[in-house]
């Protein structure tokens, strides 16, 4: 695929990996490493969001497309400006400064500190910061901060045991004020399965060629993608893997916690998600907290027995 097909397609989940900067969270588990190299004690995503992950997804990082898909998550929060929102797994900023550029008061959390790096130098101010932290274990004193959380581009499903994406979204109810919005975009399982390439390739700016080999179990939901790179901006070999949803499971997972999805859309598009929509983007609203019922006193004495009245 060339790079202007690239951009025609967009983040369409036949490379649901192509994921924003911002994967790596916390601490690694025994299952975590990479494939094939027995001598890393990391897991994939501690060190992929680096220089060579701007390169091999050079051509989706438009700003046109980036302001595009802006405009519509701004009409899907329907949230007036100078709400606080967080952009989880937030990578290089792309969404974060358009939010803060748009008037709201935004925190970019990522693991990732080349990629923060990146994004810092887009800029920072009053209202727009980044963090670094683990997306399983966000700032204690988040609690009940913010009213919408978004989480995009695929950055979900990274870890290699599936309670921990369950530990993620819980950390997003935790966060999220009474009603506020949890909005999570990312490949459709269904669609891209429906879709599956095994093999793809374009071409960066530079003409670098990249070329990706894809492989999907069904049984853990993971998909591994091996890239290569040739060219003015080569790089060594890579692997990286994440764990596919579909709709039904997100909305599992989040009810869950207390999050309950209101709209399924297909990706970016104002139109249902469909079994053949490549990716997804579901809106979900954090219940409020249920109030004990309270009887009123005149309730109460309404509902007392008169007195007999003596006999005559």
Same mark, same amino acid.
């Given at each position: 695929?060339?790079?202007?097909?690239?951009?025609?397609? %967009?983040?369409?989940?036949?490379?649901?990996g192509r994921t924003e900067g911002g994967a790596g969270r916390g601490a690694a588990t025994a299952n975590e490493t990479?494939?094939?190299d027995a001598r890393s004690a990391s897991p994939w995503w501690s060190s992929y969001f680096d220089q060579a992950y701007l390169t091999e997804y050079e051509p989706l990082f438009d700003l046109v497309r980036?302001?595009?898909e802006i405009a519509r998550l701004i009409d899907v929060l329907g949230l007036p400006a100078g709400v606080r929102i967080l952009d989880l797994a937030c990578g290089q900023g792309r969404h974060a400064h358009l939010l803060a550029e748009a008037g709201y008061d935004v925190d970019g959390v990522d693991y990732s500190r080349e990629?923060?790096?990146?994004?810092? #130098?887009?800029?920072?101010?009053?209202?727009? #910061?980044?963090?670094?932290?683990?997306? #399983?274990?966000?700032? &204690?004193?988040?609690? %009940?901060?913010?009213?919408?959380?978004?989480?995009?581009?695929?950055?979900?499903?990274?870890?290699?045991d599936p309670a921990d994406d369950a530990r993620v979204v819980a950390e997003i109810a935790r966060v999220l004020a009474p009603g506020g919005t949890f909005v999570f975009?990312? %490949?459709?399982?269904?669609?891209?399965?429906?879709?599956?390439?095994?093999?793809?390739w374009w071409r960066t700016a530079d003409d670098t060629v990249i070329a990706?080999?894809?492989?999907?179990?069904?049984?853990?939901?993971?998909?591994?993608?091996?890239?290569?790179?040739?060219g003015p901006s080569a790089f060594p070999p890579?692997?990286?893997?994440?764990?596919?949803?579909? &709709?039904?499971?997100? &909305?599992?997972?989040? &009810?869950?916690?207390?999050?309950?999805?209101?709209?399924?859309?297909?990706?970016?598009?104002?139109r249902p998600l469909t079994r053949r929509s490549t990716e997804m983007l579901l809106v979900a609203r954090k219940d409020p907290p249920l109030r004990p019922l309270r009887r009123s006193r005149s309730a109460t004495r309404g509902a007392r027995l008169p007195l007999a009245r003596p006999a005559r």
């Open positions: 695929m060339t790079a202007s097909g690239a951009r025609r397609r %967009g983040s369409a989940a036949t490379k649901a990479h494939q094939g980036d302001r595009k990629i923060l790096a990146h994004a810092k #130098r887009r800029g920072t101010g009053r209202h727009l #910061r980044y963090t670094r932290a683990d997306m #399983r274990n966000l700032p &204690a004193r988040w609690t %009940g901060r913010f009213d919408a959380v978004v989480n995009l581009f695929t950055s979900f499903g990274f870890f290699a975009h990312a %490949g459709s399982r269904d669609g891209v399965m429906a879709r599956f390439l095994t093999r793809d990706q080999e894809r492989s999907f179990d069904p049984l853990s939901g993971l998909l591994t993608i091996e890239t290569s790179a040739s890579r692997q990286h893997r994440i764990r596919l949803y579909t &709709a039904t499971r997100m &909305a599992e997972l989040c &009810a869950a916690v207390g999050l309950t999805v209101i709209a399924a859309y297909d990706g970016w598009r104002d």
